[in-house]
């Protein structure tokens, strides 16, 4: 009767560990095109295309606050890595920018902004399958970002055009969820807060150097769809802010056009 019985609860433990597994193994969540199977490897690389709205406030000599918004549209590429549960992804953004700054203050006619913006993101996404249903697995990221932006100002001091960095890079992390739909397309979507430093430089005004810490907000959602087994199309919205600094945000969308291998 005592072997009947260790048999029967081995047999029932057994069934439940190979219905987990098969839970996991048949999850629709691994027709995203950057997750890969239990005990397996994926690689991918994407072309970027990226169109971004941003609000900007920038400070004169006096102190003066002036506002503008940028516009742009670039083409950038991303790329990862995973094995299981865990993916490790690269992006690089490239940006362009003109903007004018109307008359305020002490500024007493039009200024041109001709700009430019590299962000560099590198994170690591784990996939929490012991939370996961079959439709639906929720994930944790860690990373840093880095970047680095130029303005070129039509403003001139003592003859020397201003030109003025900035420079952004600090840890961040997340939290977001894969919500497949079909095995050909399904969601994305995360929230991640990154700690920055930020360094400002003029070449002609003392007071914009400057370092400071700030905390950066960034959501994103995307979907994808499997053109093929290889190729697939992700389509996103993002949204970002500086936490308790006006004129910060920046919205807009991004078209990854990608190849799985």
């Given at each position: 009767?005592?072997k009947?019985?260790?048999?029967?609860?081995?047999s029932?433990?057994?069934?439940?560990v190979?219905?987990q597994?098969?839970?996991?193994?048949?999850?629709?969540?691994?027709n995203?095109p950057?997750?890969a199977k239990?005990?397996?490897w994926v690689?991918?690389?994407s072309?970027?295309y990226n169109?971004?709205?941003?609000d900007?406030v920038?400070?004169?000599?006096?102190?003066?606050?002036?506002?503008q918004?940028?516009n742009?549209?670039?083409?950038?590429?991303s790329?990862?890595?995973g094995?299981?549960?865990?993916?490790?992804m690269a992006t690089?953004?490239?940006e362009?920018?003109s903007?004018t700054?109307p008359?305020?203050?002490?500024?007493?006619s039009?200024?041109k902004?001709?700009g430019s913006?590299d962000w560099?993101e590198?994170i690591?996404?784990?996939?929490?399958?012991?939370?996961q249903?079959?439709?639906f697995v929720?994930y944790?990221?860690?990373g840093?970002?880095?970047?680095k932006?130029r303005?070129?100002?039509?403003?001139?001091?003592?003859g020397?055009?201003e030109?003025n960095k900035?420079?952004?890079s600090?840890p961040g992390?997340g939290?977001?969820a894969?919500?497949?739909l079909t095995k050909?397309?399904g969601?994305r979507?995360?929230?991640?807060e990154?700690?920055?430093?930020?360094?400002?430089?003029?070449?002609?005004i003392?007071?914009?150097?400057s370092?400071?810490?700030?905390?950066y907000i960034?959501?994103?959602v995307?979907?994808?769809y499997n053109?093929s087994d290889?190729?697939?199309l992700q389509?996103?919205l993002?949204?970002s802010?500086?936490v308790n600094q006006?004129k910060?945000t920046?919205?807009?969308?991004?078209?990854?056009l990608?190849y799985?291998?």
């Open positions: 009767m005592k009947i019985l260790i048999g029967t609860i081995f029932l433990v057994s069934c439940l190979y219905s597994q098969r839970v996991i193994e048949d999850s629709l969540v691994y995203d950057t997750v239990q005990s397996k690689k991918g690389v072309i970027d169109y971004t709205q941003k900007g920038g400070y004169d000599s006096q102190g003066g606050a002036h506002y918004t940028t742009s549209s670039t083409v950038g590429f790329a990862f890595g094995y299981g549960n865990f993916t490790l690089y953004a490239p362009k920018y903007t700054v008359p305020s203050g002490n500024l007493s039009t200024t902004i001709n913006t560099y590198v690591g996404r784990y996939l929490i399958t012991d939370l249903t079959k439709y929720p944790v990221l860690g840093f970002a880095y970047v932006d303005q070129d100002m039509d403003v001139y001091v003592n020397v055009r030109v900035t420079k952004i600090g992390i939290l977001g894969i919500i497949p050909n397309y969601l979507a995360d929230i991640r990154y700690f920055a430093s930020v360094t400002t430089s003029s070449n002609v003392g007071a914009f150097n370092t400071r810490e700030v905390q960034r959501s994103t995307t979907g994808y053109i290889n190729v697939n389509l996103g993002q949204s802010f500086i006006v910060s920046g919205t807009g969308g991004y078209l990854k990608g799985t291998f």
